[in-house]
């Protein structure tokens, strides 16, 4: 087979590793990449933006099966795009990637299958939303509408902080469009964790459960980021915790959106709350996570093609997944002031090292290739993923990896994975 991958972050650096140790496969590239994934795929210099290049990409090299990484291609229709040349691609249509590209299509869908999630109030005005943040008080969630990078939702313990919020949102345009309408939601309080799972719009085939952590600092502090580390599996997701998600929250958005006329396929991904009152949703994805991805995929023991295709010839009930025992976890190194603005081209030194450790890979961020030495390209610049029997050991492992790797102005939360070691004891 030839595959096609859009994106160029950890996300698709995972899958890219992941593929090549298919049998099935031939051929693997990556659009737009980056200094890592050239190591397993050939990167083409298309942007995930450029929907056109894409597709004429896919026809010119006869490429079986795209995989779609990031979520704005998938919001801006690429899957209609190729679906339409006859091409086999992985990843809900545009009217089905609504779940992730508006949060209030997802709150709709949610209020109207009876689907756990926050009480929450919309607005296009700013002074009707100001009034009403004003009369329910903190602590409380201001979320742009739609897609932000992660950064689109705001928790608030004070006014003035909410006010702010909404105003960097919907009057300063922070997040452009995305701040078109405005979400005030109830503030749910308990520990988060996300499960993932594959679906053609009829069954749906879980994986194994993750934490991510999104603010800037140790002890969950600073703004939110896209993710600065996770493990899984995650111990506050038991099996009947994981059976109850399946059947409650899964299954009934995928049936609830097929009934709407709306036929999903690919990912879908729950972001959940564990309230007193049990888990509820806080957001819908409609692609792997980042850096969830990074975790859940190592632990994979199948071949993720077979899987692929099942979802994309809507015959996921004829396959299953096995998972390794164990745990994985990813420390996500970012530049110096991100997730706010950062220096780019700083030298990264000791990757070569790792390659010798069979249970850690470091999966490229944003890195680029410049006068043969590996530079930083983005805000989140490598995501050092290991995997072991017990926690501790997996964590470890990844933290003196991390020690071992260099350039100026990294920074790390070093604080990941804790919460999991206070459940396990």
């Given at each position: 087979m030839r595959i096609l991958v859009v994106g160029g972050g950890g996300r698709e650096h995972t899958l890219v590793w992941k593929l090549k140790q298919s049998p099935l496969v031939e051929k693997i590239y990556c659009a737009p990449g980056n200094a890592g994934i050239s190591e397993y795929a050939q990167c083409v210099p298309i942007s995930v933006e450029d929907l056109r290049g894409l597709v004429e990409f896919a026809e010119e090299q006869k490429i079986d099966l795209t995989i779609v990484g990031p979520e704005a291609p998938l919001a801006e229709g690429i899957v209609d795009l190729f679906q339409g040349r006859g091409l086999k691609i992985f990843g809900p249509n545009k009217q089905a990637a609504k779940l992730e590209g508006s949060k209030v299509f997802a709150k709709e869908l949610m209020v109207k299958y009876n689907i756990p999630t926050a009480e929450y109030k919309t607005f296009t005005n700013p002074e009707e939303a100001e009034q009403y943040i004003k009369k329910v008080g903190t602590p409380i969630v201001i979320k742009a509408e739609g897609l932000a990078a992660g950064k689109g939702v705001i928790v608030c313990e004070e006014e003035e902080e909410a006010l702010l919020a909404m105003k960097k949102i919907m009057i300063d345009r922070a997040f452009g469009d995305a701040g078109n309408r405005l979400i005030v939601e109830e503030c749910l309080r308990g520990e988060e964790a996300s499960i993932l799972a594959f679906t053609d719009g009829e069954s749906i085939l879980p994986m194994v459960s993750s934490q991510d952590h999104k603010p800037v600092y140790d002890g969950d502090r600073g703004p939110n980021t896209g993710g600065m580390g996770a493990y899984a599996p995650a111990p506050l997701v038991t099996p009947e915790i994981a059976k109850y998600v399946e059947e409650e929250i899964l299954l009934p958005a995928v049936k609830g959106l097929k009934s709407d006329g709306h036929s999903y396929s690919g990912i879908i991904y729950a972001g959940l709350m564990f309230t007193e009152k049990g888990p509820k949703v806080l957001e819908f994805n409609c692609r792997f996570g980042d850096p969830e991805a990074q975790v859940v995929i190592p632990l994979l023991k199948s071949d993720l093609v077979p899987i692929l295709q099942a979802v994309v010839e809507g015959k996921l009930s004829q396959v299953k997944a096995e998972w390794h025992e164990g745990y994985a976890v990813c420390v996500v190194m970012a530049s110096g002031g991100y997730p706010?603005?950062?220096?780019?081209?700083?030298?990264?030194?000791?990757?070569?090292?790792?390659?010798?450790?069979?249970?850690?890979?470091?999966?490229?961020?944003?890195?680029?290739?410049?006068?043969?030495?590996?530079?930083?390209?983005?805000?989140?610049?490598?995501?050092?993923?290991?995997?072991?029997?017990?926690?501790?050991?997996?964590?470890?492992?990844?933290?003196?990896?991390?020690?071992s790797i260099r350039f100026e102005g990294a920074h790390y939360r070093k604080d990941i994975g804790q919460k999991a070691l206070k459940l396990l004891k």
């Open positions: 706010d603005s950062y220096q780019k081209g700083m030298v990264i030194e000791g990757l070569e090292e790792q390659k010798a450790n069979h249970n850690l890979m470091v999966f490229h961020a944003g890195t680029d290739i410049q006068k043969e030495k590996v530079v930083t390209s983005g805000g989140r610049v490598l995501g050092v993923t290991g995997w072991a029997q017990t926690l501790p050991q997996t964590l470890k492992n990844v933290y003196e990896a991390v020690e």
